[in-house]
């Protein structure tokens, strides 16, 4: 089965300080791993991915993730926080081989506080 | 960048009502799914569909639900007779491939149903 983590329901840091947002995972397989970005009364906004390749993915909005396969984990990170940044952010994974399932199982969710 | 539209942003119905819920995935995308969010909590999915079929479903998913996709581009959820607790804003998607594409699920703005 597919299962997702995100253990911290709610981060606050300092504007201009580094962030981590925590994922972590259980897939049978290789994973497939996605963030996503939620503004109050809004849809889900794409992020970044992990598909294959590289550990460090970068994104949008200044947002890098790293994919650590050892400790299951794709933690999201930004080096400078910014008050906009304040939303809630969903990770969600999918095991690569889909006959264990085609949908993505999303995180219960971490909402982000930037404070100024 | 292309969108997924859905309508109506907001809907509100009498328990035992049936609803539609209807959405324009991205023309050139193949996978289509439903998504839904109580109260801005944990993302649950619902079901997928990819040529012209439900690939998977959810427990959720319940014979009181169906989807469609009548003429090759609007994309149905109907709920046959509505409770309460089916409340939740319900999100559209789409993918490009069943890996992801560039941008992985892209989500519509969402429908607000409202159950009273």
Redesign the interface.
Known sequence: AQSVAQPEDQVNVAEGNPLTVKCTYSVSGNPYLFWYVQYPNRGLQFLLKYITGDNLVKGSYGFEAEFNKSQTSFHLKKPSALVSDSALYFCAVRDQNYNYGQNFVFGPGTRLSVLP | EPEVTQTPSHQVTQMGQEVILRCVPISNHL?F?W?RQIL??????LV?F?NNEI??K?EIFDDQFSVERPDGSNFTLKIRSTKLEDSAMY?C?SMET???GR????????TRLTVV
């Open positions: 996978y799914y998504y801005g909590q944990k993302v649950e999915f997928s990819y690939s998977e959810s999100f998607a069943v890996t992801g941008y992985g699920y892209t989500f519509g703005s969402g």
